[in-house]
């Protein structure tokens, strides 16, 4: 039977993955993206122990988990540097399997492309759903230059304010801002030695993590509205935001250029779609699920949803709408209690009330107290998970042990 033919619109993490893990299972993928060219961003990526599985289906993950370079403790803070709570990588790696690896975003994507064939990837091609297919009938997209292409799948990755999801679901509401907005920057690491934290403060927090590469990756998030732009640039406003909190906070953005620091706002779905597709087409990553970053699980759920995706079509185009419903089952629960759980840390790290402020506090001090595994329970559920079968078989030997305990 000839092979059947899948269009991944966006070149982003997930919708790279889903053609590389396609592509591994027989099918002939393009990838669109409206991107003139995917220039590296500056920015890190957390890549949990259930998206190293998932890399595991796409013969990536040991390689990233190699990039690890986050080797001792680490938690969090407040403002002052006084410590809140910690835990350990070794604790992580008892719980869930594993260490979180926080990778710079550019290196996960050459080496997603890397598992592509060349010219799989159209960049510079702006591309619209048209039909979304169905039994019987292939699905459309068409570029902004005029072209058509039909498909036995799309792939629709095309970030949180996707135009394929308001295609396919016209009624449902667009996410909703967060009321927050979030900066991030990659710069050579301090002279003097830090410890990996995430610091909470008043209505905002600061994240300084390590890269593999000796740079340092760091993001913050405050209140803000949507939209804002500070009008001496962005490094000025992380001064004025973040200026007097402890070290290495203020190092590090003194040492940042203005065009290095990206702004963005945060959005999350405002509720679970009905379904993750639609006859022949399925929505990925933040299309379907857009989330708060701070369970660090926007990157690591698109993964999850690629090899899903992938798990369960078949190179039988006639397949594919039957497909799709096994993801919408597999993923939309899933998704659902990532994007719920997220909002949820987002809300507690973002209070700005005294008293408020100072409860949490203590809890969390009260927590630490019990040890690093405690702090992490948060993740349950969510960086324990493996890939369905027969991935789970078929990856790296310390996976299958894992599976075995």
Avoid: K
């Avoid at 269009?7 to 299972?25: D, K, M, S, T």
């Avoid at 594993?98 to 799989?120: F, K, N, Q, T, W």
Wanted: aromatic share 4%.
């Amino acid at each position: 039977m000839p092979q059947p033919r899948a269009v991944v619109v966006g070149a982003g993490i997930g919708g790279l993955a889903a053609a590389a893990a396609l592509h591994r299972r027989g099918w002939s993928v393009t990838v669109l993206e409206r991107a003139p060219s995917l220039e590296p961003v500056g920015a890190g990526i957390a890549l949990a122990p259930n998206a190293q599985r998932a890399l595991d289906v796409i013969g990536l993950g040991d390689t990233v988990r190699a990039m690890s370079a986050w080797q001792d403790e680490g938690g969090l803070r407040t403002p002052s540097g006084r410590w809140l709570s910690r835990t350990t990588q070794q604790a992580a790696a008892e719980r869930f399997g594993g260490p979180v690896v926080v990778a710079h975003r550019a290196d996960l994507v050459a080496l997603l492309l890397s598992r592509l064939p060349e010219g799989v990837l159209r960049t510079g091609t702006p591309a619209r759903l048209t039909d979304p297919g169905a039994d019987g009938r292939p699905a459309t997209v068409r570029t902004d230059g005029g072209e058509e292409i039909t498909a036995d799948l799309v792939v629709a990755a095309d970030g949180i304010h996707s135009a394929a999801r308001a295609a396919l679901f016209p009624g449902h509401p667009e996410p909703r801002h967060t009321g927050s907005t979030a900066w991030r920057f990659v710069v050579p690491a301090p002279e003097t030695p830090f410890t990996p934290h995430e610091t909470w403060g008043r209505g905002a927090l600061w994240g300084t993590v390590p890269l593999h590469d000796g740079r340092v990756y760091a993001y913050a998030t405050a209140v803000a509205p949507a939209g804002g732009r500070a009008p001496d640039g962005e490094r000025a406003e992380l001064l004025r935001r973040f200026g007097d909190w402890h070290r290495p906070v203020p190092e590090l953005i003194a040492a940042a250029s203005d065009d290095a620091v990206l702004r963005n706002d945060v959005y999350r779905a405002a509720g679970p779609l009905p379904a993750h597709h639609r006859g022949r087409t399925a929505l990925l990553g933040d299309a379907a699920h857009a989330m708060a970053p701070n369970l660090g699980q926007g990157g690591c759920q698109a993964l999850e949803d690629a090899v899903v995706l992938a798990h369960h079509a078949a190179p039988d185009a006639a397949d594919v709408p039957r497909a799709l419903a096994a993801h919408t089952r597999d993923r939309l629960p899933r998704t659902t209690e990532v994007v719920r759980r997220s909002a949820r840390v987002a809300r507690l790290a973002g209070v700005s009330a005294r008293p408020a402020r100072a409860l949490r506090d203590t809890a969390l001090t009260v927590v630490d107290r019990f040890g690093p595994r405690l702090a992490l329970r948060g993740l349950d559920g969510i960086a324990d998970w493996r890939p369905p079968e027969p991935y789970a078989a078929g990856t790296r030997e310390t996976t299958r042990a894992d599976t075995d305990r």
